[in-house]
């Protein structure tokens, strides 16, 4: 069975510059979530999916940040434009419906903002 | 609110050394706590777990147990390999969708 997967594993982008990361989850799990480690610092909890839908989008920064999940399969996190401070891994993971169901997370994805 | 505090590292210890990583909570009602370990390159992995108070989990010779009274779930190992280094992440999770409060990370280094 196939993990989670996440693209690109690195980007380097300069400020003002767009930057979208991809969330390929397990197949069949209808929860997707995003979160981030900024600068060594604890990882955050940014978004959830309930398949297509936002159930909880507390954790986003402000409104550079946009994420879909357009038919409820793979989703995407766009930062635009980028700025410096953006600059973290950005992990995603995904579980099967259940309280208890266990999240399976990604590798992340390395994002450095010049 | 919800929120985990971790010793800072990076901690390093010789092989066979015994390893205790501190991880406190808060936590708004019952939470359960865990334990994930990123090795270099890859992505997080769970470690172990433990649902309720008094619970004890295991994996690969590590061990938590979770202490409400003292909103604790320090991790453990009796003796450590140069393969265990990698950071730790202690973790909690609350409500109705498992929503993940994490620490900041332990890198430990673990050398021949």
Redesign the interface.
Known sequence: EA??TQFPSHSVIEKGQTVTLRCDPISGHD?L?W?R?VM??????LL?F?KESK??ESGMPNNRFLAERTGGTYSTLKVQPAELEDSGVY?C?S?QSG?????F????TRLTVL | GNSVTQMEGPVTLSEEAFLTINCTYTATGYPSLFWYVQYPGEGLQLLLKATKADDKGSNKGFEATYRKETTSFHLEKGSVQVSDSAVYFCALSAGNFNKFYFGSGTKLNVKP
Not at chain 1, 40 to 45: A, L, Q, R, T, V
Not at chain 1, 99 to 103: D, G, M, V, Y
Not at chain 1, 105 to 108: H, K, N, T
């Open positions: 993990g989670v929860n979530y979160y480690r060594g610092k604890e990882i955050k909890f959830h309930v159930q909880d992990f993971a579980s309280t208890s169901a266990k999240q997370f990604g590798p992340g």
